[in-house]
Each structure stands twice: as C-alpha cells, then as structure tokens.
C-alpha cells in the first residue's frame, strides 16, 4: 500500500511457519488451542491403543502353525485360517473338484471388473454376462463335460455369498424396474397392488421373508414339488431387494422433467415406446450409483442366510470356529472375514462415488 | 380433427374405436387381467397351504397364544416365568425389542452426529480417524460384527469367580456388567415426577418466552431456567427425604452374581454392534445436512450480530435439521429392523421369541405373520409421523 513496498523488486516468501511440514501441521493439527489439545489426547489415545494391538497381531502372534502350538502365545493366532481356508471359501464342495467354484468366481470378478468402464457399456456386454452366468452355472452344476454333478445343498462359502447377492440382484432389478413403474401408473388398481407390496417388503426385516421362505414356501406348493434351500433363499433376495430397486428407480423416474413426457406425447409415442426410448435410459443413467449401493447392501444382507443354516462364508467361518482344535479364536476368524467383506464393499462404495461424479453431468 | 391414435380420448368419438385401441377401456381391462392373475395366484397357493396344513394335521389360528410356553426367556422387562402363556412370553419379546431399539436409537443420535460433526473438523487427525470409522463400519456385514462383539464379550472376559472389579461394586464377566444401583426409596418416584413436570412446565415457558420477545423484544433464557430448576428441584427433595444413599450392591453368590444391575453379554453385542454400524450411516446424514446449509446463512446471522450459540441454535440447526430428519428416521427404522438379528446371538427379542414359538407349536404361517405385523406396525408408524413432520416443516417453508 505504502511507496516503499512497491518500489522493491524481490519478492517476500511466506514466513516458514506457513509452509512445508511445520506449516501443514500448523494449519491442520494446532490451529487454535482446542485443535491442540484434541490432537494431543487423540495421538495418546493411539499410542494407549495401538501398541498392544499390534503386538497381539503382528509380533507375540503366529501365521502358520498347528492349533497347539497357538495354545502357549499370548498374540493372535492367524493360523486358524490358512489351516482351514479351504473349508471357510468353498464350503462343502466337493473334494478335488475345487477348481470349479474357483473359476467360476474368477471369472465372475473378471467380467465385473471388465463391467467398470462405461464406454464398454453395451448390448454385447448383457450378451456376454448372460453366457457368462450360463459358464459359472455350469461350473457349479456340472453334469456336463464330464463334471460330476454338485447338488446345491453342497454350494457353500464365498460362492454362495456371491451367487445370492449377484443373482439376486439381477434377477430382481427387472422386477423393480416394473413395480417403480407400477407405483407411478395411471391406473388405481395397478398402483394400489404396487405401492401395497414395496411398503410391506420395505416395512419388514429381511429375516421374516427368510424365515418364510425356509418355512412356509414348502406349505404353498403342491404335494410332492419340492425347491432346495438355496433357491428358496435367493427368492426371499430377490422378492426384498426388489422393493428396494423399485424405490431407487421411483426416484429417477420422478427427478425426469415433465418435458420429456410431453415431448414423447408430442411425438405420438405410445406408453410403451415412451418408457423404452425416452425415460427408463435417462432415468436408469440417474440412479445407477444408488443400484450399486443396493448391490452393496444385498451383499452385506446374504450374511443373514446363518440364520436359516445356509453354509455361507460367514457359517463356514462359525463351523471353522465350532471345532474344539479351532474353538476360541473367533476374533482372528472375524477379523478376516471382515477384512474379505471390506474389500469388496469399500470396492463397490467407492465406484458408487467415482460413477456419480462421472455421471453428474448437469450443471 | 381428431388424430387417428388418439390416447387420451373419451368414448365420445364419431367413428367407433374397437375397445384394443381406446387407452380407458384398454387400462380397465388390464387392471381387470392384472387383479385376476394375483387372485388366482394368491388362491393357488392359499389352497396347497391348506391341503399342506390338513394333511399334516395343524391347527391353524391363534388358539396357541392362551396355552403355557414352557421355556425361559434370558430377561424380561415385565414378570415372567416359564408357566406364563405364549401370548406373555411374545409380549415380553416385543418389550425387549423396544428396549434395545429404544436405547439404541438415542446412543445412535448421539454417536452419530458427534461423528458426523467430527468428520467436518478443521483437525485433520479427527477428521481422518471420522471417516476411516464410517468407512470401516458401514463396510461390515452387521451380523458379522454383532458375532464379533458377542465373541469378544464371550471369551476374553472372565468367568464370574475371577469377573474384573474395576470400581468398587461395578463387574465385568463373562455374564454381564454388573452395577450398583441405588435401593427402591419413595423419594424416587417424587424426584422423577418433579423432573418430568419440569420439563413440561418448560416447554411451555419456552413459547410463552418467545411470544413475550415478540412483544417486548425482552429475551427470556428458557432453557437455562428450566435446566437449573430440572437439576435442584429433584436434588433438593432428595435431601429433603433425608438424603437415602443406599445401594443394591451384586454380590457374587454361586455361579453368578445377584442383586444390583446386570446388563448381558447378549444386550451388549446387540447394543453395540447395532449402535456402532447406524451412526456410521448417522454420520454422514448429519455431515451432509449441515453441508447443505449456505455459507450466506451464517455470514447473514453474524452480520445481525447473533452470538455463535445463536448463529447455531436460530440458524444452522433448523435448516440442517429439516435435511437430516426424514434420512434419519429411516436409519431409526433401520436400526429397529436390524435389532430382529438379535435372534442369531441368543437376545430374547422378538423375533427370536416368535421363533421358538414356531418350533413348539408348529404355527409357521401365524408366526411369520406376527412378525411381520408387529414391525409393519413400527414401519408405518414412523412414516406416518415422517408425514406428519414433512406437511409441519413445509409450513415453515416460504
């Protein structure tokens, strides 16, 4: 402001207290005396904390022994689960056959990760997730090709984990797609049925449709027809979520503008050809990052399967823990199992985030 | 001139239109299709579960509800014992429900929006550790950490003869947390009485402080007369009862403690992993209401000179609180749903109840349908009040 401070030629740095590491810890850990004092009980928190932690798991424990051997440590024993690995992730398959859930898995994450990229996004990719599925079940099934066949009784651990929630989830996406368009129709009798089923669905936990599948779909069918357990289940997946998909979808059919309806009516486009070429691709565009939530949640949900004895990864785990060699050590079980279950989550929320962002292309 | 295909005609046209291509007549007849089909459907299955029920001789009804139960529940709210009908023990099902539904959602609120505000603290430490405990919780089946937590109260802590005695009249075992509570006194009931009157007397004061600043500009500090008089009153008639300060103190006596206060390791697992997953999801609803408030806002409220506490109280919570109410009451309703996992870790709430009433009675149908209508009961309650709360907020609304 002053003549001086222009007439100089060198330009002043910023004061070291403002930059570099000093500066960082000054603006984010000591900012005002509060900041201060939070940071300094949270750091002894951590070092309260995190010490003991890391010994029981990391240096009093032990990675690969027999289940005797973790009697004498004070630490965790992690051996519990590369000495049952095969039984927590495949279950009851069985012996020597172990390549086939494997494969089928494999080839599932693979199409999954190849599904990613929106500019793969095409009809040739339903095409081949469709002779994908027919491939895993295949796999799974087998009594082709020489593959003995596996009844779906033995279908056990991470595979049925990821066959209730994925099939569940795209069988059931068709169905909400219908019930959303249900709720918004014209006409009462339709609406009235729609509405009347996604409240009932949505009002109730997911274990009562589990419990009245195990135990009250065999009393509706004829005598002498039969549904295995599993896809009783996976029923009971489907009929939740799809209430669920439908809402999701509910909310991106209303966030269309009026315009685009009256514009299809201009058109002289009918209901039908309204819906396919005009409203369901934009309003289906909107509510992809919510559907992967759904995905996300459907896959947390299969967890309650232990409830009506499915051997899923987490009963696998509980069956691991139930043997008296293994038994006591189902925080290092739970542990991984919860780190599995992270991975794939946090995976599937954080391409939620990235898809919204891609896909907010308003202003 | 009418279009040829004209969708939204009458049956008023000159030209008779067969009844395929009038879109009224066509929707009555496709809702006509549409109830047949679910009714033929819905009467196919209705006759196999009857034929199913006939032929493996059950009694359908709700005749089993006067009948004796004949099994323990782990802990009730109300008195009961094993001789007590089906209908009690159910009872005492839907109580336990309440209870961890009811504690739950108040320790979540809470929780929630500390870890919410946390996540936007300008500390960077407390910020990350917010958000790698929503990530990590919201990530986690809630059945798996309901398992660990009832896993970690199961097997690290001792049994009762060696229970941890951190304070004097206060253990930790592998049955439970015990706690000294004070010993039934008439002064109790007087002291809670005063307290709640307080409270609505508040209530009160506080509208009829604020149509006095309406009138007079005078502020009237409500809330802090009502907060003074809800701590000394009830204080003050203790005292005046003669300061009664005895306590029901557990005492170990065989296997387990009796006396004082047990909370079980089971009503802890629940409480804690249902409590700790919700204010994951609770967090981010509060973060993302006070986001969505606009800095202008709070610039205009400091501008007219308000204090921070009123920056806070007059302007940023009601407008951040009309965002985060109705996600918030689905996350409640969640928390309730979620509490049915209780029947996976042996809390007698009541779907567990129902549960073992339809092993003993073979009652399927009638079982699931309680379950279902007791929690469709909550479900439509809170949307109900979410409907309520909605049409109260918009009036506010400019």
């Known amino acids: 402001m002053t003549e001086a401070t222009t007439a100089k030629r060198e330009q002043l740095k910023p004061p070291t207290s403002n930059v570099g590491l000093i500066g960082w810890l000054r603006t984010n850990l000591f900012s005002s005396w509060y900041n201060s004092i939070l940071t300094v009980v949270i750091l002894l928190f951590l070092a309260w904390l995190v010490p003991p932690l890391f010994r029981w798991a990391f240096i009093d424990s032990l990675w690969n022994s027999s289940a005797e051997a973790c009697r004498d440590i004070d630490g965790a024993c ?105 709720r918004r129709s014209q006409m009462p009798a339709i609406k009235t049925l729609c509405v009347v089923y996604i409240e009932m669905i949505r009002g109730v936990p997911l274990i009562s449709l589990l419990f009245m ?9 004829p005598e002498g027809v039969t549904i295995d357990k599993v ?126 962002k891609e896909l907010h292309t308003g202003h | 001139m009418r279009p040829k295909h004209n969708q939204t005609s009458g049956p008023s046209n000159d030209v008779a239109v067969p009844f395929w291509r009038d879109a009224e007549k066509r929707a009555i007849l496709f809702q006509i299709v549409a109830l047949f089909v679910v009714g033929t459907v ?62 739950g959602i108040i320790l979540t609120t809470i929780i929630g929006s500390f870890i919410g505000i946390a996540r936007l ?94 009138l007079t500009g005078q502020i009237l500090p409500a809330g802090r007369i009502t907060a003074a008089l809800a701590l000394l009153l009830p204080l003050l008639i203790w ?18 403690f009796q006396g004082g206060l047990t909370i079980s390791p089971e009503f802890s697992a629940l409480l804690l992993g249902l409590v700790l997953y919700t204010s994951a999801f609770v967090a981010e609803i509060v973060r993302a209401g006070i986001q969505s408030i606009n800095r202008g806002q709070i610039e205009a409220a ?19 609180l009309r965002v985060i109410i109705p996600p918030l009451t689905s996350q409640m309703l969640n928390l309730t749903k979620n509490s049915s996992l209780a029947v996976a870790i042996g809390y007698a709430d009541f779907v567990a109840v129902a549960n073992t009433t339809i092993n003993q009675t073979g009652q399927a149908i009638e079982g699931v349908a309680m379950i279902m209508v007791v929690y469709l009961f909550f479900s439509l309650s809170t949307s109900l009040f979410m409907n309520w709360y909605n049409k109260h907020m918009a009036l506010v609304e400019r």
């Open chain 2, 121 to 214: 603290s300008s500390n960077w430490l407390v910020s990350k550790m917010a958000a790698s405990f929503i990530e990590v919780m919201q990530n986690i089946p809630v059945l798996l950490q309901l398992f660990f937590w009832y896993a970690i109260f199961y097997e690290s802590f001792p049994a009762p003869r060696q229970a941890l005695n951190p304070i004097k009249g206060v253990f930790l075992c592998n049955r439970g947390f015990m706690f000294p509570i004070p010993q039934p006194h008439s002064a109790h009931a007087v002291m809670g009485g005063v307290f709640l009157m307080i409270l609505i007397g508040g209530w009160f004061l506080n509208r009829w402080g604020y149509k006095r600043q309406e």
């Open chain 1, 78 to 182: 992690w051996s519990v689960i590369p000495n049952n690995i095969r039984f927590i992730i495949l279950g009851f398959f069985p012996e020597g056959q172990e390549w086939r859930p494997l494969l089928a898995m494999a080839l599932l994450l693979g199409l999954v990760i190849y599904s990613k990229e929106r500019s793969r996004w095409k009809k040739s990719l339903a095409w081949l997730w469709l002779i994908n599925i027919l491939i895993m079940g295949s796999l799974m099934h087998g009594g082709i090709l020489g593959m003995p066949v596996v009844e779906t009784s033995q279908w056990s651990g991470l595979p049925l984990t990821f066959i209730l929630s994925f099939f569940g989830m795209i069988v059931a996406y068709p169905m909400g797609i219908l019930l959303a368009l249900g």
């Open chain 2, 239 to 256: 005292v005046l009862y003669g300061a009664p300060t005895a306590m029901d103190i557990p005492v170990l006596r065989g296997f387990n």
């Open chain 1, 213 to 221: 599948s195990s135990i009250m779909f065999p009393l509706f069918l």
């Open chain 2, 42 to 103: 819905s009467y196919y299955l209705y006759s196999n579960t009857q034929a199913n029920l006939a032929r493996q001789s059950i009694a359908t009804g709700f005749g089993f509800w006067g009948k004796e139960a004949s099994f323990e529940i782990g802990e009730s709210l109300i008195r009961y014992s094993a001789t007590d009908s089906y209908s009690r023990a159910l009872l005492v099902g839907a109580l336990n429900t309440l209870k961890v539904a009811f504690i």
């Open chain 1, 231 to 356: 896809l009783r289940a996976l029923i009971a997946i489907i009929l939740f979520t799809a209430a669920y998909i439908a809402e999701v979808v509910r909310g991106g059919l209303q966030a269309m503008p009026r315009g685009q309806y009256e514009a299809a009516d201009s058109l002289g486009l009918p209901y039908k050809h309204t819906m396919r070429l005009i409203i369901l691709p934009q309003a289906l565009k909107i509510v992809i990052p919510p559907s992967v939530g759904i995905l996300l949640s459907v896959f947390k949900d299969t967890s309650l399967v232990v409830i009506i004895a499915l051997y899923d990864v987490l009963k696998t785990t509980m069956v691991t823990l139930s043997n008296p060699n293994w038994a006591g050590y189902s925080s290092e079980s739970y542990i991984f199992l919860a780190l599995l279950y992270f991975i794939f989550c946090f995976a599937m929320s954080s391409y939620s985030r990235r898809l919204e």
């Open chain 2, 302 to 320: 400091k501008a007219i000179a308000l204090r921070p506490g009123q920056v806070l109280h007059l302007v940023i919570m009601p407008q951040a």
